[in-house]
């Protein structure tokens, strides 16, 4: 099964740009459909992009369209998310995960997840 490791959070300031890695081992990463999550503190899990195996189609959630964006490069086993013009609200634990099958942007139909990385936008 793919083991997952995220990086690349921080701390910045409302307006600011991150862009977070998600590295998977083995060697069927482009079979999986990757999907990017957020936890904010008291709140539940939700869904915030995916991306398909071969890269040919991602999708976004409204709160972060035209901010966020999700690529990956099969050939680094990795996908990523960048965040343009972050708000205090995208303050949160991201997570990525994979799934093997169609695009979803259910949590409970990804498996296995990363350990995830915080995020926190100071306003």
């Known amino acids: 099964q793919v083991q997952l490791i995220e990086s690349g959070g921080g701390l910045v300031q409302a307006g600011a740009s991150l862009r977070l890695s998600c590295t998977a081992s083995?060697?069927?990463?482009?079979?999986?459909?990757m999907g990017w999550f957020r936890q904010a503190p008291g709140k539940e899990r939700e869904f915030v992009g995916w991306?398909?195996?071969?890269?040919?189609?991602?999708g976004l959630a409204d709160s972060v369209k035209g901010r966020f964006t999700v690529s990956r490069d099969n050939a680094k086993n990795t996908v990523y998310l960048q965040m343009n013009s972050l708000r205090p609200e995208d303050t949160a634990v991201y997570y990525c995960?994979?799934?093997?099958?169609?695009?979803?942007?259910?949590?409970?139909?990804?498996?296995?997840w990363g350990q995830g990385t915080q995020v926190t936008v100071s306003s």
């Open positions: 083995g060697q069927t990463f482009s079979s999986y459909v």
């Open positions: 995960a994979a799934r093997y099958g169609p695009p979803s942007r259910t949590v409970s139909e990804y498996t296995p």
């Open positions: 991306i398909s195996g071969s890269a040919g189609a991602a």
